[in-house]
């Protein structure tokens, strides 16, 4: 779990956590420079739960990097992505352990409910527009943002592979959970369970705005950069479009490269082990 500056939901989460049916757990919580409750109501939790890890970073790092750094801390099989601000149903993690099997990551849906707790009666990716996506080389990874972090289980094995390019600029434009699921899609593909396991909380503090934006939820008016015209601003943004769209083909040839790499690796240990009988 990151944190940052989330006293008012903190507790419920970390109950949800700390009450799943499956108890073998180890919960690592990282605070991004919070000014608020939140470290003392992580660090009263840690004390009086050995499972619980608290680490603080000396700067403010960004929902990405804390993340990324979080789990090259992880050192469970499986991890999974928890917001400060949701709340997990029990029976969250053994469904989705129970179900991986063999593939990379698993994920499912999510209730949305309000600042209050309230159920919309609508679930995240209805409420996107968005498909579900399972199996493998799914590159439209790359331009949706359906394998939401708080709603997924990933296998360690694939960890190396999703940090290895952390600090990419390519990457710069990507949520932390995007690079993630099109990491496990290169790997041993990703599997999409039907029930929805989380409560995701829609409130004026949330960071994607992408989805507060769709809810009807009042945010942060953006400010307006007023340094150039409107001929400059538009030049800009076209230039950053045709570098975006050049930074996603050279992460997707990368990553193709590495795959082909890696699968030949293992056809010559095949090959040599069948010599060897």
């Not at 953006?222 to 015209?229: A, L, P, V």
Request: glycine share 6%; proline share 2%.
């Amino acid at each position: 779990m990151g944190t940052y500056n989330g006293q008012e939901f903190l507790c419920q989460q970390i109950d949800s956590i700390i009450g799943q049916s499956y108890s073998n757990l180890e919960i690592i919580i990282q605070d991004d420079g919070s000014s608020d409750e939140t470290c003392n109501i992580v660090r009263r939790y840690a004390s009086k739960d050995s499972r619980i890890r608290v680490f603080q970073n000396k700067e403010n790092l960004g929902i990405n990097q804390n993340f990324y750094d979080l789990i090259d801390k992880a050192r469970g099989d499986y991890i999974a992505i928890s917001d400060q601000d949701d709340i997990w149903k029990p029976n969250k993690i053994k469904s989705l352990i129970n179900h991986i099997g063999n593939h990379s990551l698993i994920y499912s849906d999510s209730h949305l409910i309000d600042q209050s707790g309230d159920q919309t009666g609508k679930t995240l990716l209805e409420t996107l527009g968005y498909t579900p996506k399972l199996g493998k080389l799914l590159l439209g990874c790359l331009t949706e943002n359906t394998v939401s972090g708080h709603a997924c289980l990933f296998s360690k094995a694939i960890v190396r592979s999703i940090l290895k390019h952390r600090y990419e600029t390519y990457l710069e434009n990507y949520m932390y959970d995007m690079h993630i699921a099109f990491t496990a899609s290169l790997n041993n593909g990703i599997l999409y369970y039907e029930t929805p396991l989380t409560f995701h909380r829609i409130h004026g503090g949330n960071f994607c705005n992408y989805s507060i934006e769709k809810m009807k939820v009042p945010s942060k008016p953006r400010k307006q950069n007023h340094s150039c015209g409107f001929r400059e601003r538009k030049r800009r943004r076209v230039e950053q479009r045709i570098q975006s769209a050049r930074d996603k083909l050279t992460y997707t040839f990368v990553s193709l490269d590495e795959i082909s790499a890696a699968n030949g690796r293992a056809s010559k240990i095949t090959s040599n082990a069948k010599a060897k009988f």
